[in-house]
């Protein structure tokens, strides 16, 4: 069975970096998937995609965290990184990994999420 499991989150100052971690279970990287993402959910606010990668290399980042966040992928440790730089107060939320397949009988998987937490 697929499962996911986020690590890496925090509490960091304004301005500073955190290095996200997906690690996947039960997913063959390179056959199975479809678009992997990263997604947020702040405190009374919609989860929001942040992040994706399709296994075709086509990559989307949501304008507010263009040039500040990095999805990458290690085929080899099948995980998935979410880079963050520069961050803000705002990007404070639960962040979570997220795998789309290409079998459309197979469900979708979400990780447990991971909380990121930016001082001011």
């Known amino acids: 069975q697929a499962q996911l499991v986020e690590s890496g989150g925090g509490l960091v100052q304004a301005g500073g970096s955190l290095r996200l971690s997906c690690a996947a279970s039960g997913i063959i990287f390179n056959f199975d998937i479809n678009v992997m993402a990263w997604y947020r959910q702040a405190p009374g606010k919609q989860r929001e995609e942040v992040a994706s990668m399709s296994t075709t290399g086509r990559i989307a980042y949501a304008d507010v965290v263009k040039g500040r966040f990095t999805i990458s992928r290690d085929n080899a440790k099948t995980t998935i990184y979410l880079e963050m730089d520069s961050l803000k107060p705002e990007d404070t939320a639960v962040y979570y990994c997220?795998?789309?397949?290409?079998?459309?009988?197979?469900?979708?998987?979400w990780g447990q999420g991971t909380q990121v937490t930016v001082s001011s």
């Open positions: 997220f795998v789309d397949f290409r079998d459309p009988k197979r469900t979708d998987v």
